[in-house]
Nanobody, 127 residues
């Protein structure tokens, strides 16, 4: 069963924008802090953004702060990541994750290992 399904990845030019979406099912969405992670080729996976259960708190990694915005819609059971001013270093596979009864840390990470992961969506920034 796929609990999280990402969409919206693709090829974008440097300086461009892209919006990723994450559709959730099979768990109580509004009890989960949600996060976005990414893994670039040859690098470890990194946490880049998280949002609290009601969407009142968002935190970001320094690498994306000011350029990425995370939001959620509990009625639709979706989380989104709006990305602006994309650069080549943003090229990665982006993953959505859910951590029920956890927290959203100041560095954009979730407070406990996610229970659910999406399959990932590829974002390529290139001219």
């Amino acid at each position: 069963q796929l609990h999280l399904v990402e969409s919206g990845g693709g090829l974008v030019q440097p300086g461009g924008s892209l919006k990723l979406s994450c559709a959730a099912s099979g768990f109580t969405f509004n009890t989960a802090n949600m996060g976005w992670f990414r893994q670039a080729p040859g690098r470890e996976r990194e946490a880049i953004a998280c949002i609290s259960t009601a969407g009142l708190r968002t935190n970001y990694a320094d690498s994306v702060k000011g350029r990425f915005t995370m939001s959620r819609d509990n009625a639709k059971k979706t989380a989104t990541l709006q990305m602006y001013d994309l650069q080549s270093e943003d090229t990665a596979v982006y993953y959505c994750a859910a951590a029920p009864f956890s927290s959203c840390l100041p560095n954009g990470d979730l407070g406990s290992p996610p229970t659910y992961w999406g399959q990932g969506t590829l974002v390529t920034v290139s001219s």
